[in-house]
């Protein structure tokens, strides 16, 4: 923003819209006659905050050497007289409103506001500059208003890009965290299931193993029937063998005492035939 002394407008108009008084002065600059609007009373009718407006624009570059300070006459009287009162008030010229207003994230303001600032979005421009037309046409020329207009509809074009931009890094930001919490999570599936595996109950035999072993006790069982009928061998046999490795069932057996078990038996097998 310039340092330059506040401009006097040479009119001065209140444009009704949806209600809200909206003022706008006509100032006669180097380059001619030109219209600005107020912008603080615009922040108080959307209810945004204008402290955060004024420190956005001083951060863009081209609205920050836009705005000036113009002297405004209010509906006060001043103390003492009948005169009305004037303050200064930071202003944008008109076809820059557009451009500021497109920088305020209607997805991010207060939903009972929403639908005010979308209207001011699309209709505040071209109310205020049917109020000063007659006098736009006589001052500026159709190629000047021909720029003027791409230039606003950069200004807008630009405002939403920087909006979409900060909308792809809060996705990218949080595609991040989601990304690292997949990674975290895999871990802890994979520390889980190490757990699970170091803890879990040992496998037992197999059906195929389990009819090894029944053969075995029947082959060992009749061998020894044959020296003594009168024990039930299968049975003992059988008896031994869950006694010996601690199961109700020769289904039981862990598959780690597979070996363990087939050896048993042949050893029962060999010392009864020696």
Not at 8 to 13: D, G
Not at 124 to 146: D, G, H, Q, W
Not at 160 to 187: G, N, P, V, W, Y
């Amino acid at each position: 923003m310039s340092d330059e002394k506040a401009l006097v407008p040479i009119e001065q108009k209140t444009v009704n819209f949806q209600g809200d008084d909206i003022t706008a002065v006509l100032v006669e600059t180097e380059e001619g006659e030109q219209v600005f609007v107020p912008l603080r009373p615009i922040c108080d009718y959307l209810d945004v905050n204008w402290d955060g407006q004024r420190r956005r624009i001083l951060r863009d570059p081209v609205l920050s050497d836009e705005m000036r300070s113009v002297v405004v006459t209010t509906t006060d009287i001043e103390p003492g007289s009948t005169r009305p009162r004037t303050s200064e008030m930071l202003c944008l010229p008109l076809e820059f409103i557009n451009g500021w207003l497109f920088g305020i994230n209607a997805s991010r303001v207060k939903e009972e506001i929403r639908e005010n600032l979308i209207r001011y979005q699309r209709e505040c421009y071209k109310v205020l500059a049917r109020a000063f037309l007659e006098r736009a046409e006589t001052a500026i020329s159709p190629a000047m208003n021909t720029l003027i207009q791409i230039r606003n509809n950069a200004l807008a074009v630009a405002a939403l890009a920087e909006q979409q931009m900060e909308h792809e890094m809060r996705i990218s930001t949080a595609e991040s965290r989601l990304d690292k919490a997949s990674d975290a999570f895999i871990d802890l599936r994979r520390r889980v299931k190490e757990v699970e595996r170091r803890t879990a109950p040992e496998s037992l035999v197999d059906r195929e193993q389990a009819a090894e072993i029944s053969l075995k006790v029947k082959a060992l069982g009749e061998m020894l029937t044959e020296g003594n009928p009168d024990v039930n061998w299968y049975q003992r046999v059988f008896t031994e063998l869950y006694r010996r490795f601690g199961v109700s069932s020769y289904k039981d057996i862990p598959k780690g005492k597979y070996k363990a078990v087939m050896e048993f038996l042949d050893d029962w097998h060999r010392r009864a035939t020696q």
